[in-house]
């Protein structure tokens, strides 16, 4: 990311800081993956820590504000580029800084007790290169089925944004999520792959399954 991330992820922080009533810090799992038939991938096991912001709209809803960072994995189906028959799965890790925005809209609000309900937001992504483990980290290795390479998953870009749709439940300052991250716009740079019929541009979107916990201070 360049500076002018930093600083507006910076201001981000210290504006929600003195907007919010509540703050809290987040640890979660997460699961990505590419969604897309031209990419044989699975996925990895990945982490995230951050902080969150929370204000009460009314008695059965509240915002939520979220800055994470995130390191994901995904697994993909590698073969050497000058000897197909040699094959693995190569798995590859990024690093992402993260904002989200979420309402929710209690089903259960018992009195700031037990509370359970959906949640709904955007979420804005500033991204490093999928980079491959140390052993497969050179040109070699291309992967099924269209032949990217390395190389292409460097290419990434900087923002990507998305939707998050989740469920919320807890007790009083505890809070533990279950969500799904769609991605809204192509993960990697521009790429051009030629078929019999000209050439097509694939696009790979980053979703992902995260399960989390909010540990609320004040």
């Known amino acids: 990311m360049d500076r002018c991330s930093y600083l507006f992820l910076i201001f981000f922080i210290l504006i929600s800081a003195k907007s919010f009533s509540q703050f809290g810090l ?37 915002f939520i504000a979220e ?17 197909p028959t040699e094959r693995a799965d190569v798995k590859f890790s990024a690093d992402n800084l993260n904002l ?40 070699r290795y291309s992967y099924e089925p269209l032949g ?7 290419q990434i870009k900087p923002f990507n944004a998305g939707l998050v749709l989740g469920l919320t439940t807890g007790y009083s300052w505890l809070r533990v999520n279950i969500r799904y991250q769609l991605a809204l716009t192509n993960t990697l740079r521009k790429f051009t792959y ?10 790979l979107k980053q979703n992902s399954f995260s399960l989390s916990i909010n540990y609320l201070i004040n």
């Open 26 to 62: 987040i640890a979660e799992a997460n699961f990505s993956s590419f969604s897309d038939e031209d990419l044989n991938n699975s996925s990895g096991i990945g982490y995230g820590f951050g902080i969150a912001f929370k204000e009460e709209i009314y008695e059965k809803g509240d």
């Open 194 to 203: 030629l078929e019999e019929d000209g050439p097509r541009e694939p696009e």
């Open 67 to 83: 800055f994470t960072y995130t390191s994901n994995k995904i697994v993909l189906d590698g073969y050497e580029t000058f000897d």
């Open 100 to 139: 989200t925005f979420l309402y929710t809209q209690y089903v259960i609000n018992n009195d700031e007790a037990f509370f359970f309900g959906p949640q709904l937001g955007p979420i804005f992504m500033f991204s490093n290169e999928w980079k491959a483990e140390e052993t497969y980290d050179n040109s």
């Open 148 to 154: 990217y390479t390395n190389d292409d998953f460097e």
